[in-house]
């Protein structure tokens, strides 16, 4: 009967792909967007900081440490007159690396570890604020696809140019592009792609059918299980992109980088961002044109209505859920609390290690080779035991968020060797990493029809909104105080509040308030919100 279903919708629009390869278009993009992840994560940063860290060094005082930046003294302090100044003495051991003892950089007075962890907190509050005004657009067909093919030039390009800045006053020219680029990816990510994920599951034939058959329980059970396996698999898929993108990556950091004369050199670095640049657009543009066309209620109309459109449909989303889908504010609250700590702490990492260890890009490769491995496997081992136990996607992220809280105090104490980490690597790849998957196959189960992309977008805004603050307190403290382990151990008072939240989440709860609001708004409005056929697109409003 499922076949059959998929046949009649698939013959109703010979124009358009089919449903199985809509979502396998959808997966792809995820593949296509692990290698601008990992830089946007990880060789972005480094490339800010290094050449913010030469350019605070330049005519300073450098001292070399017993492998950490508070770690016995290997030589007298070394004043910086050219880049020889930073080659490694001859009587300093392999095990000592330099550190400056000027933190700040000239013209802006802000320690170069924080002028990172500035640029992250900046990329999260503008994505928060992009989110508030254009969250809306992927709930209206037309927009939905060009809008993010949009995106996705736009990131692209930032990405790309760096290629060009050699030196390293370019830093807060490197950083205003990272952050222009980071927030178009991000948008384009919350708003619009992750809207798909309530279309792909409500327009697979297995549901199709048992709404057909006005079987409301077999079609909310198959729908929860369909959204985990979805949110989980394409988490796989864009572990496998970051991986295969992270080969080139790699080699281009390790066998471009910078020689003890020349410590300042960071073209492996920006060339690593010209090609996760150029790979993301290829593949992406391939996928989002993939997606196809959905149908969606008339766009607003004068520039009034449409620049007011996001403030006033959040608004009413969140008194909606204030008043009928409670269980979806408890989740939210727990979400967005941890999510908060959690993604400050991964975007931080690579600041703390280098501020840390002193470490080169190329010296990050390997460790960084470790945690996508372990984050892919983690990936499959999830939805593989998703897929077996069903219902078991909150208790496994119960478990994820529980564990994840001593992250933070081991990040204070712990880490005096280079061998930890890796240590620490690999427990970000078994729990960071799925977290997002896991919370949005949750997410997914709770969506009325009609909500998908605006609630999508409202996640991303209480995410983006807020995770801003993780990022600056830590450059602040980092600013203040010359610590970034105090700074990462401060997100331990925002991660734990979030359990009681996450543990009261009732999903059973939340399926009754998801019906109920879908009957509420089909007899107010006569019809759906949301149309799932794939449609021609002359027929497009």
């Not at 640029?119 to 928060?128: D, I």
């Not at 394409?234 to 066998?255: D, P, R």
């Not at 409670?326 to 931080?348: D, E, K, N």
Request: hydrophobic share 50%; charged share 15%; proline share 5%.
């Amino acid at each position: 009967m499922a076949k059959e279903v998929a046949a009649k919708r698939r013959k109703s629009c010979t124009c358009c792909l089919p449903e199985d390869e809509e979502l396998a278009s959808w997966y792809f993009y995820d593949f296509g967007i692990g290698p601008i992840a990992l830089a946007i994560i990880v060789f972005a940063p480094l490339l800010v900081v290094t050449q913010a860290k030469h350019e605070a060094s330049k005519g300073g005082v450098i001292e070399w440490r017993h492998i950490t930046s508070d770690g016995d003294l290997c030589a007298p302090q070394v004043t910086v007159a050219t880049d020889a100044d930073f080659a490694r003495p001859a009587n300093v051991s392999g095990d000592c690396e330099w550190f400056p003892l000027d933190t700040k950089v000239p013209g802006i007075d802000v320690d170069y570890t924080a002028v990172g962890a500035y640029v992250s907190a900046l990329v999260l509050f503008f994505s928060g604020a992009l989110l508030v005004v254009l969250g809306p657009v992927g709930d209206f067909g037309s927009h939905r696809r060009a809008t993010l093919a949009t995106c996705v030039v736009v990131w692209a390009s930032c990405f790309a140019i760096p290629v060009a800045f050699t030196g390293t006053s370019f830093c807060l020219a490197n950083a205003a592009l990272i952050f222009v680029g980071a927030t178009a990816w991000n948008f384009g990510n919350r708003a619009l792609r992750n809207a798909y994920l309530p279309l792909l599951v409500r327009s697979d034939p297995r549901v199709a059918h048992f709404a057909a058959g006005g079987d409301k329980v077999e079609q909310r059970r198959v729908s929860e299980q369909l959204a985990s396996e979805f949110s989980i698999t394409t988490s796989a898929y864009f572990f496998v992109g970051q991986i295969l993108g992270f080969v080139v990556q790699g080699l281009l950091v390790t066998m471009l980088a910078p020689s003890e004369t020349r410590p300042s050199d960071t073209l492996g670095l920006r060339l690593s961002l010209a090609f996760a640049a150029a790979f993301g657009a290829i593949v992406c543009l391939r996928s989002v044109w993939g997606l196809g066309k959905r149908p969606g209620p008339p766009f607003s109309a004068g520039w009034g209505a449409r620049a007011t459109l996001g403030c006033r449909r959040v608004w009413k989303v969140l008194s909606l859920m204030r008043r009928d889908m409670r269980q979806m504010c408890v989740f939210l609250a727990g979400r967005t609390l941890h999510w908060i700590a959690v993604q400050s702490i991964l975007t931080s990492a690579t600041l703390y290690i280098e501020r840390e260890f002193s470490l080169t890009a190329d010296e990050l490769v390997l460790p960084l080779v470790v945690m996508l491995v372990t984050s892919m496997v983690s990936a499959f081992a999830l939805g593989a035991l998703v897929k077996r136990h069903e219902n078991s996607n909150q208790r496994i992220t119960l478990a994820v968020c529980v564990v994840t809280n001593f992250i933070p105090l081991y990040m204070l104490l712990g880490m005096r060797q280079k061998w930890e980490i890796y240590f620490l690597f690999v427990v970000a790849g078994i729990l960071v990493s799925p977290f997002p998957a896991l919370s949005r196959g949750i997410l997914a189960q709770m969506i009325p029809a009609g909500y998908s992309s605006t609630l999508m977008s409202l996640e991303g805004i209480l995410e983006l909104g807020t995770a801003w603050v993780g990022p600056l307190v830590i450059g602040l403290i980092v600013d203040l105080s010359g610590s970034i382990r105090w700074g990462c151990f401060s997100m331990t008072f925002v991660m734990l509040p979030a359990l009681p939240f996450l543990f009261r989440t009732d999903l059973a709860l939340a399926s009754e308030q998801k019906v109920a609001v879908e009957e509420s708004t089909q007899a107010e409005e006569g019809q759906d919100l949301e149309m799932f056929q794939l449609v021609p697109e002359s027929e497009e409003g």
